[in-house]
């Protein structure tokens, strides 16, 4: 019986192991994929407080090997269900079951898919969502990214030094992004703005070869690229906990700033949650907000 499960291994999920394991609490982490979240595919962090100019690998593993220094308990296992015995709670994986007085939700959310024909049959052919990961098999070759907030410009500024032409493809007439970041793009003489306008076609068999946008007005244009990445924003990781948990109309769990749900013992934490800003500094802080409250929760319940 662990005193806190923690579904999830990025900043949220490592920031409240940190802070559960120095309450000196049973703890079990459980991450599906890989620790760090969605931060460790960030080229750049410049906006987390007292640690400018870093990227999101370097930071993601240093919180993560923090955590192990503590022996901290971490499985690589999915999380496939989760069942509320009110006293304590079963936490199914694809491999085990496990026991847990409380559980902290911290799954964060993943990529928004474009929803076209061939995106998931390129997928690693020439459509990536992630321009970190990815973005070295496209030296001095043309691509382009699909998006206009934060995350769509630091990938172009990334691209643009690998790339030798780097399309951002906005539906909008303006981005909404850090001024930072439009500043940055302006200035790179490699980069190439297209407003008003959807991706609407890949071409390519065995590899991504050309693909088609529509502009607002209906004029359809083809450009030549090697590669797309898309950041066109992030989605939930949250079906699974429908059945017990609320959540909100795009799948989020709802949760006020205390990051109680509504269960008794079941708490959420970071970008999984129902809330006005997603960022590195709010997922850390959510972390240990969850993590504190979990830690009320069982000292109270033994009282």
Known sequence: MYDIIIIGAGPAGLTAALYASRAMKKILVLEAVSYGGQIINSSMVDNYPAIPHTDGYDFATRLYNQVKELKVDIK??????????DKYKLIKTKDNTYESKTIIIATGNSSRKLG???EEELVGRGVSYCATCDGAFFKNKDVAVIGGGNTALEDAIYLSNIASHVYIIHRNDAFKAEDVLIKTIKEKNNI??????????????????????????GTIKTINVSGIFIAIGRVPENEIFKNIITLDDSGYILAGENCHTNIQGIFVAGDARHKELRQLVTATSDGAIAATEAIKYLDNDKM
């Open 76 to 85: 690589f296992e999915r999380v496939i269900e989760i069942i509320d015995q």
């Open 116 to 118: 076209i024909d061939k």
């Open 192 to 217: 190439e703005c297209i407003y008003n306008s959807n991706i609407t076609k890949l071409n390519g068999e065995e590899k991504l070869e050309s693909i088609e946008i529509t502009n607002n007005d």
